[in-house]
């Protein structure tokens, strides 16, 4: 049991340039989200999802798309970096209760020069 | 708007010490209050999570408390140690359908052998 793993760890891209930041839990869990973390500010809220094939914005989706296309996985996109986005990625999921805990993955660190 | 502040912003203590961390938010309608631990490049880890019905949680030598009607809530370690040493993130999941959780921006431990 991984439970949430995210790839790449670690990324440095040029103004631009596109990527994608992939998530995958093995818990079955029906929620999952993408936020980031930057110094001073706190974790904010990008996108999340409620299950298979479906998605949401959060507080600052901007810039950012995603996709649910199965259960265990969270694709965090990013079209055409910019330095704006250099930021620390996280993702979490839960189980489908109100009540139930985030697990939170690792993170990646993404720099856009 | 739900905002959540974390006092001390940072805090040095000798090992061995008893201490006490503090989260306040602005708004008493949440579902719950989730206290986690971060180490430095690393993502989080959930301690304890408060359900707005119930007024503590203990694990260990980590008790939470919540008193939602003043906004508050503290974290109790007792008899620190210097593998706590951490930075301590308080997070509450407002009430009205969102799935964001609204973090501090954390309180930086340091337990000193």
């Known amino acids: 049991n991984a439970g949430v793993t995210q790839t790449p760890k670690f990324r440095v891209l040029k103004t631009g340039q596109s990527m994608t930041l992939l998530c995958a839990q093995d818990m079955n869990h029906e929620y999952m989200y993408w936020y980031r973390q930057d110094p001073g500010m706190g974790l904010r809220l990008i996108h999340y999802?409620?299950?298979?094939?479906?998605?949401a914005k959060g507080e600052v989706p901007d810039g950012y798309n995603v996709s649910r296309l199965k259960k265990q996985n969270f694709l965090l996109g990013l079209e055409s970096a910019a330095p704006s986005q250099t930021s620390v990625y996280f993702c979490?999921?839960?189980?489908?209760?109100?009540?139930?805990?985030?697990?939170f993955g690792p993170g990646t660190r993404l720099t856009v020069l | 708007k739900q905002e959540v502040t974390q006092i001390p912003a940072a805090l040095s203590v000798p090992e061995g010490e008893n201490l006490v961390l503090n989260c306040s938010f602005t708004d008493s309608a949440i579902y719950n209050l989730q206290w986690f631990r971060q180490d430095p490049g690393k993502g989080l880890t959930s301690l304890l999570l408060?359900?707005?019905?119930?007024r503590e949680q203990t694990s260990g030598r980590l008790n939470a408390s919540l008193d939602k009607s003043s906004g508050r809530s503290t974290l109790y370690i007792a008899a620190s140690q210097p593998g706590d040493s951490a930075t301590y993130l308080c997070?509450?999941?407002?009430?009205?359908?969102?799935?964001?959780?609204?973090f501090g921006k954390g309180t930086k431990l340091t337990v000193n052998p």
């Open positions: 999802s409620v299950g298979e094939g479906t998605t």
């Open positions: 997070a509450v999941r407002p009430q009205g359908g969102s799935e964001k959780l609204v």
């Open positions: 979490a999921s839960r189980w489908w209760l109100s009540t139930d805990t985030q697990y």
């Open positions: 408060i359900q707005s019905s119930q």
